[in-house]
């Protein structure tokens, strides 16, 4: 669908996602019109987990017969907190191992590794040149992961700058981005406008935010919002007998078996919702009403649920791993058709500098 209008690809996914529409907001005409794109990238920071499935690659996967899909391996971000080389390595091909097994189509979207279009790296510095620095100290994701104990360095205060980049670099139009990603793309948009004000109207395409409406917090097995930082994940593949004794680690109360148990905020329930179908949810919540059943039993539930959802992707997944030369040979065709897009973006703004002729 390379020349989906916007109009029907809103229509195709406004039950899902809160978006504003930028024709109706009346925004000036792009000189890099092309078809719809849509944006998404993943860091290789460590093991994938069933949060990041839900949160950034089922939406992407979903979305890639939408319109024109460019999704990348964020390397470059992940050395923010990632400073072993052969580890940022094998995390970047096991990366694209699991997005492909769970479904991501190179034949829909353009898949690269970000440090393979080195143009990003040109872009960010022009872009830094018109970024305030007031604009970078009000990120709350830089104030957060502070006071995590993450070292403050250079990269992480500027990351919202090479974010900005790696979106304007590829003239995109949507950006699936969680709740915490907000304020970063808003400095995109910021950015955008301030190179537009300076070089010319549609020097730069200013992207929307396509947010998740229906995004619930995944949680993890001690009952917060599952993240590496907190210990607390669930992978997305792992050796049978392993995650089945993982799944049974996760945080219940000391209600009686023959007593109601609670469903608010229950993780069970909630990692349960993820995997099972409406009337399976129901069914295990009116059994938590009723009483009657063990948090074991439950328990139980949820592991198949997961490991028969996981089931197609882990075969696909083993299919991959056979054939070694077929994740690099994707990664770098994807790389080659992404430096197509960037380098005409990047001609573009170098004229608009007086960096080139």
Not at 264 to 275: D, P, Q, R, V
Not at 280 to 306: C, H, I, R
Request: proline content about 6%; hydrophobic content about 40%.
């Amino acid at each position: 669908m390379a020349g989906t209008s916007l109009f029907i690809l809103i229509s195709q996914v406004d039950t899902q996602y809160e978006f504003r529409n930028p024709i109706l907001e009346k925004k000036p005409p792009r000189l890099h019109a092309a078809p719809m794109r849509i944006l998404t990238g993943l860091q290789p920071s460590g093991k994938l987990h069933i949060g990041n499935f839900f949160g950034a690659m089922e939406p992407a996967i979903r979305l890639q017969s939408h319109g024109d899909a460019y999704y990348f391996i964020a390397n470059y971000h992940a050395m923010t907190s990632l400073h072993d080389g052969p580890a940022l390595l094998a995390n970047t091909h096991e990366l694209a191992v699991d997005f492909l097994a769970c479904g991501l189509d190179p034949g829909k979207a353009v898949f690269f590794r970000q440090s393979d279009v080195p143009e990003v790296n040109e872009l960010a510095w022009i872009l830094s040149t018109v970024c305030p620095m007031g604009l970078l100290e009000r990120c709350h994701s830089f104030k957060d992961k502070v006071a995590k104990g993450i070292a403050a360095n250079h990269a992480l205060f500027a990351y919202p700058v090479l974010m900005a980049a790696d979106i304007l670099l590829y003239d995109s139009n949507l950006v699936p981005v969680g709740k915490d990603q907000k304020q970063h793309l808003e400095v995109t948009r910021d950015l955008a406008v301030k190179i537009n004000e300076a070089l010319g109207e549609g020097t730069l395409t200013v992207p929307d935010a396509l947010i998740r409406d229906d995004t619930a917090v995944v949680p993890g097995i001690d009952g917060q919002k599952m993240s590496k930082s907190y210990g607390n994940t669930i992978p997305l593949f792992g050796e049978e007998k392993q995650m089945r004794k993982l799944m049974m680690k996760i945080v219940s109360d000391s209600t009686p078996v023959e007593d109601p148990k609670p469903t608010e905020n229950s993780a069970i329930l909630g990692l349960y919702k993820l995997f099972a179908s409406e009337a399976d949810y129901q069914t295990m919540v009116q059994s938590f009403l009723n009483g009657g059943a063990g948090y074991g039993s439950y328990k139980t539930q949820l592991w198949e649920a997961y490991w028969n959802y996981f089931t197609p992707m882990r075969q696909r997944r083993e299919e991959i791993l056979a054939d070694p030369g077929y994740v690099d040979d994707v990664l770098q065709q994807g790389a080659l058709r992404a430096r197509e897009t960037a380098s005409k973006v990047l001609t573009c703004i170098r004229k608009a500098t007086g960096l080139s002729r």
